[in-house]
C-alpha cells in the first residue's frame, strides 16, 4: 500500500494546514497537497495527503473515509498513480496560402 492518500470532497474553505492538523491525528503527516485550478488558482475540491509510514495512511483511510469535515463528507482513499493522459484535440493545424475559387474577375475575355 502507497503512504499517498487521495482525499475527495474537501471543502473550498479548507487549508493546507486544516487538512494536516486533521490527518496528524491518526499519524505523522509528511506533505499536503490541495489540487488547485491553474488558472483562476481556486481550489478543486480534492487533494493528497503522503504519511510517513503505510501503517498511518491505512489508519488515516480507515478513520477519515466518509467523515465530515467543515460541513463536507470526505472521500479517502489510497491515492492510484497517475494515467497518463490521451492527447485532446485541438485545433487542426492549416498550411499557408489562400485556398480559393476562380474569384470574381471581369469576365470572360474572348
Known amino acids: 500500500m502507497s503512504k499517498k492518500i487521495y482525499v475527495g470532497n474537501i471543502s473550498f474553505k479548507a487549508t493546507t494546514d486544516d ?3 486533521l490527518f496528524s491525528k491518526q ?23 503522503e504519511m510517513a509510514s503505510e501503517e498511518d495512511a491505512k489508519k488515516a483511510i480507515a478513520a477519515l473515509n466518509g467523515s465530515v469535515f467543515m460541513e463536507r463528507t470526505l ?24 485556398s480559393g475559387g476562380r474569384g470574381t474577375g471581369r469576365g470572360r475575355r474572348t
Open 19 to 21: 487538512i494536516r492538523e
Open 75 to 98: 472521500s479517502v482513499a489510497e491515492a492510484k498513480p497517475q494515467q497518463p493522459r490521451e492527447r485532446r484535440g485541438g485545433f487542426e493545424k492549416r498550411r499557408g496560402g489562400f
Open 27 to 49: 499519524g505523522e503527516v509528511e506533505s499536503v497537497n490541495i489540487i488547485t485550478d491553474q488558472h483562476t488558482g481556486r481550489p478543486k475540491g480534492f487533494g493528497f495527503v
